[in-house]
């Protein structure tokens, strides 16, 4: 059975930081690149960032560059998401997934994160 069980989402205060989990089960997920997306009330989910299978290529969308940092732990199946000096347009669930398309693939369940002051 699939799994992707994101965590580590919360309510913080404009600049503070947060470290969002991914944890994998069922699928060789060493072989894959993993992709965060998040989405926002009343929005379309959209693409944060991504991260090739061996770890060494990474993209961001351009709001997040700077801010944001996404790594992997192969041997444990642990996709990691740094977020730091969030803004309240970075507000919403953060999903991952194993694939580019939001309805193909697998996907979790997504943690919410919710920045105001």
Do not use: M
């Amino acid at each position: 059975q699939v799994q992707l069980v994101e965590s580590g989402g919360g309510l913080v205060h404009p600049g503070g930081s947060l470290r969002l989990s991914c944890v994998v089960s069922g699928f060789n997920f060493r072989g894959y690149w993993i992709y965060g997306a998040r989405q926002a009330p009343g929005k379309g989910r959209e693409w944060v960032s991504d991260i090739s299978a061996d770890g060494t290529r990474i993209n961001y969308r351009d709001s997040v560059k700077g801010r944001f940092t996404i790594t992997r732990d192969n041997a444990n199946n642990i996709l990691y998401l740094q977020i730091n000096d969030l803004k309240p347009e970075d507000s919403g669930v953060y999903y991952c997934g194993n694939t580019p398309e939001y309805d193909r693939g697998y996907w979790g369940q997504g943690t919410q994160v919710s920045v105001a002051s």
